[in-house]
């Protein structure tokens, strides 16, 4: 069975979410966006953050380089999708971008808002994946539980959590299936610090509490910022026009990618 759509024929949907902005969302969408392009198939992505639309601009300047530069880039049917005057006219709207997707892609990668709000919720019950980008601290943390400060012991779930929960009870009452979440540790220290053991720990043992799997993301490097400016991703840096340079942190950067997407059942080559 196909570890990305499922081997259903329907589009799988994949939401790129948490409730905090800064942990690199749209990058980890991005990527996976273009990696799954990469890999031969077709994807649609959905922008549902109408304030930044960082995505939104990401793959509007993925095309103006390409046209400038005459390259190939490949990449998604994107929908930006801003929020509507009440929940039931949002999830009518969401419902309505995805049949527009139907049966014209085998995957749909939504990237969500840092805030939940009701249009957050609906793309969180579609989701066959969860990917949760968090960043190496106990102060993003505190967005899938409460930590005692002395301890270091998980004291309760968060109000984020308690969302994912009831996105999954919803799913299954609904068609009887599951949503597998995936927690991203993302923008990781190249150090060995006791912060990031002590974070490694602490992930692990809520893991098992809360039901998500814990896989290493991308790790805090420059070249994120600047491969916005011209749309490109980590995928792109050895085609021909991308006048990027390879050094050796770029390979290392490559070899971390391909980690999550493998993670996630995606051959990036």
Do not use: C
């Given at each position: 069975m ?7 024929g329907?589009?799988?949907?994949i939401v ?15 990527h996976l966006v ?9 994807v ?6 109408a304030?930044q639309?960082?995505l939104t ?9 390409g046209e400038?530069r ?12 801003a929020?509507?005057?009440s929940?039931?006219?949002?999830e ?7 049949l527009?997707?139907?049966e014209q892609?085998?995957?749909v ?5 840092g805030?939940d709000?009701p249009?957050?919720r609906?793309a ?8 949760t ?5 106990f102060?993003d ?6 930590v005692?400060?002395e ?18 009870m ?5 068609d009887g299936?599951t ?5 991203l540790?993302?923008r990781?220290?190249h150090?060995?610090a006791r ?11 809520l893991?098992?509490?809360i039901g ?23 995928l ?13 942190s770029?390979v ?14 995606v051959?990036?080559g």
């Amino acid at each position: 069975m196909d570890e990305v759509t499922g081997g259903t024929g329907k589009a799988r949907v994949i939401v790129i979410g948490n409730q905090k902005g800064g942990s690199g969302k749209s990058t980890v969408a991005m990527h996976l966006v273009v990696g799954l392009a990469r890999a031969r198939y077709r994807v649609g992505s959905i922008d549902l953050d109408a304030g930044q639309a960082t995505l939104t601009r990401y793959i509007e300047n993925r095309r103006a380089f390409g046209e400038k530069r005459d390259m190939d880039l490949p990449g998604p049917e994107h929908m930006p999708l801003a929020p509507g005057t009440s929940a039931e006219a949002d999830e009518r709207r969401l419902e309505q971008a995805m049949l527009a997707f139907d049966e014209q892609v085998d995957v749909v990668v939504i990237d969500t808002p840092g805030t939940d709000t009701p249009l957050n919720r609906a793309a969180h019950g579609l989701a066959d994946i969860l990917v949760t980008p968090l960043n190496d601290s106990f102060v993003d943390l505190d967005v899938l539980a409460r930590v005692d400060g002395e301890t270091l012991n998980i004291t309760g779930p968060s109000p984020y959590a308690q969302t994912v929960w009831e996105a999954k009870m919803a799913r299954a009452r609904r068609d009887g299936t599951t949503m597998r979440w995936i927690v991203l540790r993302n923008r990781l220290s190249h150090l060995d610090a006791r912060n990031k053991r002590e974070m490694e720990e602490a992930l692990n043992d809520l893991a098992k509490r809360i039901g998500f799997t814990v896989i290493p993301g991308l790790g805090e490097r420059v070249i994120y910022r600047e491969m916005f400016l011209n749309g490109l991703t980590l995928l792109d840096l050895k085609d021909k026009g991308s006048g990027v340079d390879m050094k050796m942190s770029h390979v290392a950067a490559r070899n971390e990618l391909r980690g999550v997407l493998q993670a996630l059942g995606v051959d990036a080559g």
